[in-house]
């Protein structure tokens, strides 16, 4: 060691600074792990530094980085360069397959903290680890439009897992529909109503506020009424719900957040909870709320839009969207000769207006699809009665109701007026009434109750059965009118087949038409059809004939029964008799 | 605000966080000093942060440039990252780190100092939603 070479009086330990006269300066090295303190010459170079750490360390020099002050000493440059002097510390990092400094040290808490900070910038506040839920759930449809509420989106996921009833998967079609579809979607939010809604965030508190579950909600749940009052998110979520790419890059951020949530154990199950909790007041809150204006986006809004609220919820912006579609099939076929609305469900069971789901297209009710989904319907008043109470539904109606000139329009689509003035004429005088009814909540609440309606139907058969006894007596009913439309509702599937057929019989239906109306408008009472049931089914008929149900009054009875639904008429008829 | 608490002139500061830099307090998983030792307005600084292991970003040394403006520690100072890096509320162009996206820049306080913001970035590296981000090539860095 004492001479290795150059021996120079300053050489000390393990160094052989070139110069002679550098003073030896000790500067610590530091790695995450490790520090050790080396003596070096002051002028040496950052070479020569690293040549006597990679001995010290037990590495290779070019695996060396060394840090000073913020910047990387570079082999070419000296110590004194960058003001490395006596005592002071030199950080380096030692470049390993996977080495790296292990940041380990910093912030202890980065994992929990991750989530407050790294997410979202928009996101005040929210952590979704609060089991508390800081807000209400989104219902059903995930793919709301319009998410106003980030937090929701949270909740969107457990919405959408736990408890669709078919009602819900329902609108979750609806929605995806809407969401395909992008030209929809911008429509409807280009509605100014709707823009001018969602641009003011103290409606859309108000309004949300109004809703007495909703109290009850924010009660329980303080952060609800913080991000309520909190302007600057609700603006945040409005903008959100008009920018559809926006609200998917939302969607997607909280889809992550959720699932995040997610995989902590016990977070499933806070989900859960949470869902339970909130969900289900805000989704009946939802319910529950009558829309004040016109559009059915609107109404929808309020329901779900508590603006941090549902995401999903949010305004599902009523693809049926009075303005826009209007494409009304009928449902109630010639019989129930129930003119169709733009209504938004699909299935019209009960739904003596046809409501349709006229977003996309004609004709749709006509479809296979239809067809099942209003047996389906049928079979399940609930459902019916969900499909019913959807605000959309109501703010539909609503909106029918004051605006006749669309209410018109939509009538008048329907392939039943179609060839038909004086019936058109008819209609339209009667629509103002009509459309009052439709609002009645007492008709509404009759619609939605199986019940009812199934005694409804009976009345009607018995009055068909009256017209067949004694036709005489049927004209004097017919100023009493005839509920036949709710009645229709039973019979779905008549339409489509039974159309054609009333096409047929139009001046009977003309007049039955009328007198549905007037039931309804009158409150609606027992009815029948001023048309004979033989003449009603008469198309029907004449195909059980061709299929060889030769028994005329057998099929008679069963189209009665069935309401002139061919198929099901023929699986009565079976089974009661084995051909 | 802050506890109301003497106000240490800008210079008296910066003076104490390059000496602080210099003799490497800390861990030694970031580390800043003047960008140029001459820079007698102590406004250009510049900064390095290691990368954390276990993420993306490790076995890598990030470069950044902090710039601390006449207000400085009562504003927040600039930061912006030399080396390419992909990561939440930096600018994927120009490397420019947004005040408003991390927490302390956004919420400044004059306490706050430049090791501080450093390491913040680089706990930020280890949050879920950046970890895992694919990062450029190691060695490049922003053209500007």
Known sequence: ?579 | LAISRVKVPRNFRLLEELEEGQKGEGDGTVSWGLEDDEDMTLTRWTGMIIGPARTNYENRIYSLKVECGPRYPETAPTVRFVTKISMNGINNSNGTVDSRSIPILAKWQNSYTIKIVLQELRRLMMSKENMKLPQPPEGQTYST
């Open chain 1, 1 to 579: 060691m004492a001479d290795q070479g150059a021996a120079d009086p300053g050489n000390n330990n393990n160094n052989k600074p070139e110069a002679s006269e550098g003073t030896i300066i000790k500067v610590t090295v530091k790695t995450p792990k490790d520090k050790e303190e080396i003596a070096i010459a002051e002028d040496a170079s950052v070479t020569q530094f690293k040549e006597e750490i990679s001995r010290r360390f037990k590495a290779k020099q070019d695996q060396l980085v060394l840090i000073f002050a913020g910047k990387i000493l570079k082999d070419g440059d000296s110590l004194s360069q960058h003001g490395i002097k006596d005592g002071l510390t030199v950080h380096l990092v030692i470049k390993t397959a996977h080495k790296a400094a292990d940041g380990g040290s910093t912030s202890a808490s980065s994992s929990t903290s991750t989530q407050a900070g790294s997410t979202s910038t928009s996101n005040p506040g929210t952590n979704p680890s609060t089991t508390t839920g800081s807000t209400g759930s989104a219902p059903p449809p995930t793919q709301t439009p319009n998410i106003l509420s980030k937090h929701l989106s949270l909740f969107e996921k457990s919405g959408l897992g736990m408890g669709s009833a078919n009602f819900m998967e329902l609108q979750q079609q609806m929605q995806r529909q809407l969401m395909s579809n992008p030209e929809m979607l911008s429509q409807i939010m280009e509605n100014p109503l709707v823009q001018n809604m969602m641009s003011n965030p103290d409606l859309m508190r108000q309004m949300i506020m109004a809703n007495p579950q909703m109290q009850q909600l924010m009660e329980r749940n303080p952060e609800i009424s913080h991000m309520l009052n909190n302007p600057e998110l609700m603006r945040q979520t409005m903008e959100l719900a008009r920018n559809p790419a926006m609200m998917q890059e939302m969607m997607r951020n909280q889809d992550r957040a959720l699932s995040n949530l997610e995989s902590i154990p016990g977070g499933y199950n806070a989900l859960r909870r949470m869902y339970t909790d909130i969900q289900e007041p805000m989704f009946s809150a939802a319910r529950e709320q009558v829309s004040v204006r016109n559009t059915s986006l609107h109404s929808y809004s309020e329901s779900g839009a508590q603006p941090s609220r549902t995401e999903n919820r949010e305004p599902l912006p009523n693809p049926w969207g009075p303005p826009t579609s209007s494409n009304p099939s009928e449902s109630g076929g010639g019989s129930t000769g129930s003119s169709s609305t733009t209504a938004g469900t699909t299935p019209s069971v009960s739904n003596p207006l046809g409501i349709n789901p006229g977003s996309l297209g004609n004709g749709m009710f006509n479809s296979p699809g239809m067809q099942s989904l209003l047996q389906q319907i049928s079979e399940n008043p609930q459902l019916m009665q969900n499909m019913l109470s959807a605000p959309y539904m109501r703010s539909m109606m609503q909106s029918l109701a004051q605006n006749p000139e669309l209410a018109s329009q939509v009538l008048m689509n329907n392939p039943l007026f179609a060839g038909n003035q004086q019936l058109q004429e008819q209609f339209r005088a009667q629509l103002p009434i009509f459309l009052q009814q439709m609002q009645n909540p007492e008709a509404l609440s009759v619609m939605t109750n199986p019940r009812a309606m199934q005694a409804l139907m009976q009345i009607q058969q018995g009055l068909q059965t009256l017209q067949t006894e004694a036709p005489g007596l049927m004209p004097s009913l017919m100023p009493g009118g005839i509920p036949g439309i709710p009645t229709g509702g039973a019979m779905p599937t008549e339409n489509p087949a039974s159309s054609p057929s009333s096409a047929g019989t139009n001046i009977a239906q003309q007049q039955l038409m009328h007198q549905m109306l007037q039931m309804f408008a009158g409150g609606g009472g027992g009815g029948g059809s001023t048309q004979t049931p033989e003449v009603r089914f008469q198309s029907q008929l004449d195909q059980l004939n061709a299929m060889g149900f030769i028994n005329r009054e057998a099929n008679l009875q069963a189209l009665i029964a069935t309401g002139g639904d061919i198929n099901a008429a023929i699986e009565r008829l079976l089974g009661s008799q084995p051909s």
